[in-house]
């Protein structure tokens, strides 16, 4: 057997043994969180008295309590308080913990250093005690890769390293499980891709048996045009977003492989039925759930519209398939004061993951709602329809570990999902992302999933400072632009011949 | 002290050659995110690629199955392994619910669990009709997390699977847990589908009547094709009393505007219902009231009660609401659309 402990030279991770990370997959966004009082420090809140003023710049939205307050208290309210209590005195931004220097608004600094130091740890070896990932590891290396890059770090440094961690992860029937000997699963193999991707080069994408990949997610598509997550498992809407993010990086065909079961339902490509089957996830409050019937939910909300705008345009796609001015109340209702941060679903709490999974549903309907592309830069555009300085808020002021990496609320340990997911959703309110003319894919299909740019946000009402804007990421691969071309491109060159 | 078990020790196991682990240490280059392993979970997954490999469906792999688990509940493979396993040898699925519970309770947060747990009783010839105790073992799960969204999910499968729409046990316990919390609204969201969701197996699943549907407008997703009159007014009723509990809840609010919906009424039937949470003198009870009202002036006849609507919107924008003020400022640019 290999030896599997960390050899002499290997930097071992930071984390203590009881701060297990988000466990596996995009379903760690909508992992259930039961009340657990005993595992949150209660101290924090105590350790500045609300009566503590806040420091200039702080507008009293974030300082003070909502206006309305039912006499009638249960659970929900407990448990909204409670976090309300946490979050104030990093709002104020007079908790200890919270690191120097603060700017005129009132917000701490992003400690950048501090979090790619944290990002280059999440790296390397694990103790014993964080088995509960050994599924993920294709996460930690894309949540990782993706956070350094909305850093500005070079990813390309670790190109030896992923091939060689994601290799014996691939099967020969196809795609990627999320180690080695595990089945393929759209989750893993999503992370895989995504991460081949940032590293980018020949040796990476040749890694990929795209024809194999195409057979695999053959089988994963379902007659009612969803996709399972793998074979024997579970069929949502994550399924289907990862295996359109795959199809359309890899530019496999869209055809179904003619063993596919679904082709005896008569479906015969990868899109067939999909956009009605994530029309059928709307529920009656706006939002998205997981597969149709369960309760709306920000993580799916978002696989549900990247997926809708990977398809085709926003503004055809999620206007044709979404009640619109249901799903923007929804949505627009995640957002919580004073937190200013998002939460996944209605009467629960804010956290940091939402950032990306709710925030980066913003920029798909904004464009859905501009509509058509005009050439040149946009003239009009609706805008941002939340508050992007709430956000901003909460993100700087909430979700910065003092020991580096990012959580999802004062009191939570900081892991690398989080990190990740909240510096994406950072990036994404620091950015304007909008869709161009002209697409970077020469091909008609998903040519307008290949035509987004952003631009920096250089608005006067900014409440962060010019060194705390991050890199933009592709708001439907969320990995750089650059990374996401480069791979189509490569692809494009090398159709597959089934 | 007993010994711990070995698998490389034990005589049942001595015609399997494990398949040890590669995690890419031995490429040269250093892999990353490794794991320094438990030697006991590094022995017994080198034996499950061995047996997966073979795709063995033996009781000895069911038993390994079961120590993976309870080493790392979190590994989906050696779940989908384990129901194959199960109905190959024909197990007492019985049994393994049992097992399952007790697993379920000790992992309140893992999700394999729950898919697994449809799988099984999927099956139509070991479960024809729903078994006795399962909802009860629900509300068990929801006493530990009563917005555990798997669980959630695994009861509306369990819904649809076994018709059980009008199964007063189902309302009963949704009603039970918006008594204790009024705020549970993936309990508002079950409910919903309890009343409205779809119910014909030939077809496909829905949160909404109509979805999916290309001839309809996304705008009519959710109305009835035939609506019980009764049955909208005494769920309206029911949210009246819910809301009159805590009027600052958006669940019942948001229930009540999908029931109306799904009904094709209007929600100036609630006029005079939601006033009382407006008052006159700016004594506002609920945002959810001024939203409503706000709706209600922005669909008025002739638009004579517009300007109405921007007073509702500003109010939100102003006092009750401001950190969605973007969002209101567009709710009032949207209305002079409207009226163009």
């Known amino acids: 057997m290999p030896p599997i402990a960390a050899t002499g030279h290997r930097r071992k991770v930071r984390f203590p043994t009881t701060n297990l990370p988000a466990k596996s997959s995009i379903a760690t966004a909508h992992k259930t969180r039961p009340v ?48 309300r209590e946490k979050c104030l005195p990093f709002l104020k931004g007079i908790h200890s913990s919270q690191k120097e220097p603060f700017n005129a608004c009132g917000v701490p600094t992003l400690q950048r250093d501090d979090h790619v130091g944290y990002l280059y740890d999440s790296l390397e070896d694990y103790p014993a005690g964080f088995v509960a990932m050994d599924s993920s590891r294709p996460w930690m290396v894309y949540w990782a890769l993706a956070g350094l890059s909305l850093l500005g770090e070079d990813a390309t440094r670790f190109r030896e390293r992923v091939i060689v961690t994601l290799r014996p992860m691939q099967n020969p029937t196809g795609g990627f499980g999320g180690g080695h000997g595990q089945i393929s699963h759209c989750a893993g193999s999503y992370a895989a891709v995504l991460a081949l991707a940032m590293i980018g080069g020949e040796d990476a994408f040749t890694l990929i048996d795209r024809q194999a990949m195409w057979r695999w997610l053959g089988r994963l598509k379902q007659a009612d045009g969803g996709f399972r997550v793998c074979e024997g498992g579970e069929e949502d809407v994550r399924g289907a977003y990862c295996a359109m993010t795959i199809i359309s990086l890899l530019d496999l065909p869209l055809s179904l492989p003619h063993d596919a079961e679904a082709r005896n339902a008569g479906l015969e490509s990868f899109n067939s039925g999909l ?58 209702a995640r957002q919580y004061a004073p937190e200013g941060g998002l939460s996944g679903r209605t009467n629960k709490l804010v956290d940091g993951c939402y950032s990306h999974w709710v925030g980066g549903c913003w920029p798909l309907l904004q464009s859905a709602l501009d ?6 830069a946009p003239e009009t555009s609706v805008g941002s329809l939340f508050s992007r300085e709430g956000l901003t808020r909460y993100i700087l002021g909430c979700c910065q570990s003092h020991h580096g990496g990012l959580r999802d609320k004062p009191g939570k340990h900081a892991d690398s999902y989080h990190t990740c997911y909240v510096l994406t959703g950072l990036s994404a309110t620091q950015h304007h992302h909008y869709r161009t003319n002209s697409s970077v894919s020469s091909s008609k299909t998903f040519s307008s999933a290949f035509s987004w740019r952003s631009s920096p946000i250089r608005a006067e009402d900014n409440v962060f400072e010019k060194n705390d804007r991050l890199s933009p990421v592709h708001p439907l691969y969320v990995i750089p632009h650059r990374a996401v071309e480069n791979m189509r491109l490569w692809s494009e060159a090398r159709p597959l011949r089934v | ?103 379920s309770l000790k992992y309140l947060k893992n999700y394999q669990i729950w898919h697994h747990r449809q799988v099984l009783m999927s099956s139509r010839t070991h479960f024809p009709t729903l078994p006795p105790k399962e909802l009860d073992f629900l509300m068990e799960m929801f006493a530990q997390d009563s917005k555990n969204y798997h669980v959630w999910t695994y009861r509306h499968w369990l819904v649809r699977h076994f018709q059980l729409w009008d199964l007063p046990q189902e309302l009963d316990d949704t009603h039970t847990l918006l008594k204790a919390d009024v705020r549970n609204n993936s309990a508002w969201n079950h409910r919903y589908m309890l009343r409205f969701g779809p119910r014909d197996a030939a077809e496909p699943d829905a949160g909404l009547a109509n979805a999916g549907d290309m001839t309809t407008s996304t705008a009519d997703k959710g109305r009835l094709p035939v609506v019980d009159e009764e049955l909208v007014d005494a769920e309206l009723k029911y949210a009246q009393e819910q809301i009159l509990r805590a009027p600052e809840n958006r669940s019942p609010w948001w229930y009540a505007r999908g029931v109306l919906h799904a009904a094709a009424r209007d929600l100036e039937e609630w006029e005079g219902f939601v006033g009382m949470f407006v008052g006159d003198d700016g004594a506002v009870k609920s945002s959810h009231a001024v939203e409503w009202l706000a709706d209600v002036y922005a669909k008025s006849a002739g638009g004579e009660r517009r300007p109405r609507a921007v007073d509702m919107f500003t109010l939100l924008k102003e006092k009750y609401d401001p950190i969605r003020k973007n969002y209101w400022d567009y709710r009032i640019r949207m209305l002079d659309q409207v009226a163009v």
């Open chain 1, 371 to 376: 509509g058509r592309p005009q050439t040149g």
């Open chain 2, 1 to 103: 002290m007993e010994e711990e078990h070995s698998y490389a020790n034990d005589p049942e196991w001595a015609s399997v050659t494990p398949i040890p682990l590669d995690d890419g240490s031995d490429s040269g280059a250093m892999p990353l995110a490794t794991i320094a392993y438990p030697p006991e979970y590094l022995e017994a997954t080198s034996y499950l690629r061995a047996v997966m490999a073979a795709n063995e469906m033996s009781e000895r792999a069911l038993k390994l199955t079961e120590d993976v688990i309870s080493m790392n509940p979190a590994h989906y493979t050696v779940w989908i392994y384990r129901a194959k396993i199960l109905f190959a040898l024909d197990k007492d699925l019985i049994d393994e619910l049992n097992w399952l519970n007790g697993v």
């Open chain 1, 275 to 332: 956009a009605e089957y994530l029309s059928r996830c709307q529920t009656f409050e706006g939002g998205i759930s997981g597969s149709p019937g369960t309760e709306a939910h920000g993580a799916y909300a978002f696989c549900a519209l990247a997926c809708l705008s990977i398809l085709g345009p926003p503004e055809e796609t999620i206007i044709r398939h979404m009640n619109i001015p249901l799903l923007l109340s929804w949505l627009s």
């Open chain 1, 36 to 83: 657990n009082r005993a595992t949150s420090s209660p101290s924090i809140g105590k350790m500045a008295s609300p009566s503590q003023d806040p420091r200039p710049g702080v507008p009293a939205l974030f300082t003070q309590p909502p206006p309305l307050r039912d006499p009638l208290v249960t659970e929900t309210i407990d448990l909204q308080d409670a976090t």
